[in-house]
């Protein structure tokens, strides 16, 4: 019996830790605080809650101190996969080779290809929709000698178990592709990862 209350001692001092040490953390995400101040917003006035007030806060405190183990797992494996994708500058990003490289178009061309028409009006009606400032963007980043081609590629992103096909336009300068802009990305069946 003193090993179950050692135990759920220890969660509960774990749980308090956790707590105290959120509080004390700086918040550096505004669209947290935005989306917490609108939810405490919608709240005012509201009457009292037994399920929003008193059971959820009581079952997650339970959860805590009777799984703490579980999630201090979960926390380590966590950081340790944050670190080693801060440590890891040598991890894949995804390049457009020359052998992705398909067909040259010109611009007029790939506006007319990807102009949008939405019957809902929700997306504007303009090259890439609601991607026509990226769009925008890329052609300012053309010089004169340069040529824009379609390309298609699979690859696999980092600490991903799934491979993607995408597409896109690439800028081609002195026979070598340079940026791009992305499409389409779709995730591939089993059957043909690799």
């Not at 669209?31 to 929003?52: V, Y």
């Not at 959820?56 to 799984?67: E, Q």
């Not at 490289?101 to 028409?117: A, G, S």
């Not at 000698?145 to 590629?153: E, G, P």
């Amino acid at each position: 019996m003193n090993y179950l209350y050692g135990y759920l001692v220890v969660g509960v001092v774990y749980g308090l830790s956790v707590w105290v040490l959120h509080k004390l953390r700086p918040r550096k995400n505004e669209l947290n605080d935005t989306i917490t101040a609108a939810m405490d917003k919608a709240r005012e006035g509201q009457p009292f809650s037994f399920l929003e007030d008193i059971l959820a806060p009581l079952l997650a405190i339970l959860f805590v101190v009777t799984a703490w183990p579980l999630l201090i797992i979960i926390n380590i494996r966590d950081k340790r996969r944050f670190e080693r994708r801060l440590d890891d500058d040598g991890e894949e990003q995804l390049t457009v080779a020359a052998e992705d490289v398909l067909e040259q178009l010109t611009i007029q061309e790939i506006e007319q290809r990807e102009m949008v028409t939405d019957p809902l009006h929700a997306a504007p009606e303009l090259p890439f929709g609601h991607l026509h400032p990226v769009w925008v963007k890329f052609k300012q980043s053309l010089d004169e000698q340069d040529t824009v081609h379609s390309f298609t590629k699979e690859w696999r992103p980092p600490l991903s178990f799934y491979h993607q096909e995408v597409s896109g336009y690439v800028c081609v300068r002195d026979a070598q592709p340079e940026h791009f802009i992305l499409t389409k990305v779709v995730e591939l069946p089993l059957s043909r990862r690799a």
